[in-house]
T-cell receptor, first 112, second 109 residues
């Protein structure tokens, strides 16, 4: 089965701790994206990567970091510098930038 | 300023009704996407449009490039159509995607 997986589905962390969200795809897509979704707001782009070993900041990159060492994987680290990290995080991928994006199931992060 | 505006924000319909969700955008686009987000959070891409009209089952999406407007129609609505429908556009000047805030649809049996 081809698709995008995100794990875990629910994640709880104490304030001040860094946390890494996993995103893996086996669709052979070049482009991958991380979005944040808050109640009543549209999806907002955190980071995107058009190709391995390259990534660009999105609209709300502050307090987040990413890596793209492998084509299949695009992990997102939520650092302690992120002021309001509790949110629903969605990962997506596309064949190339600008193509239809396919979304993972999301990770709901709650910082206590 | 939102590059993508959707209306209505919330919509409740009786089963069987014809439903229309509207999307207006203010940027030049390479394509417009309609997405469906289920209560669990998962998002599915319904349509990608750059012109004209597409149909898939009971769903129809149209786009008017000159007016920068798109509509998503659902014919013979069913409770399983209850979800949030999100309009998104891919910018024609780069790799940016802009998302509407979504329309929350509830179809009552």
């Amino acid at each position: 089965d081809g698709g995008i997986t995100q794990s875990p589905k629910y994640l709880f962390r104490k304030e001040g701790q860094n946390v890494t969200l996993s995103c893996e795809q086996n669709l052979n897509h070049d482009a991958m994206y991380w979005y944040r979704q808050d109640p009543g707001q549209g999806l907002r782009l955190i980071y995107y990567s058009q190709i391995v070993n390259d990534f660009q900041k999105g609209d709300i990159a502050e307090g987040y970091s990413v890596s793209r060492e492998k084509k299949e994987s695009f992990p997102l680290t939520v650092t302690s510098a992120q002021k309001n990290p509790t949110a629903f995080y969605l990962c997506a991928s596309s064949i190339s930038a600008g193509d239809t994006q396919y979304f993972g199931p999301g990770t709901r992060l709650t910082v206590l | 300023k939102n590059e993508v505006e959707q209306s209505p924000q919330n919509l409740t319909a009786q089963e069987g009704e014809f439903i229309t969700i509207n999307c207006s955008y203010s940027v030049g686009i390479s394509a417009l996407h309609w997405l469906q987000q289920h209560p669990g959070g998962g998002i599915v891409s319904l349509f990608m449009l750059s012109s004209g009209k597409k149909k898939h089952g009971r769903l129809i999406a149209t786009i008017n490039i000159q007016e920068k407007h798109s509509s998503l129609h659902i014919t013979a609505s069913h409770p399983r159509d209850s979800a949030v429908y999100i309009c998104a556009v891919g910018s024609d000047t780069g790799n940016q995607f802009y998302f509407g805030t979504g329309t929350s649809l509830t179809v009552i049996p």
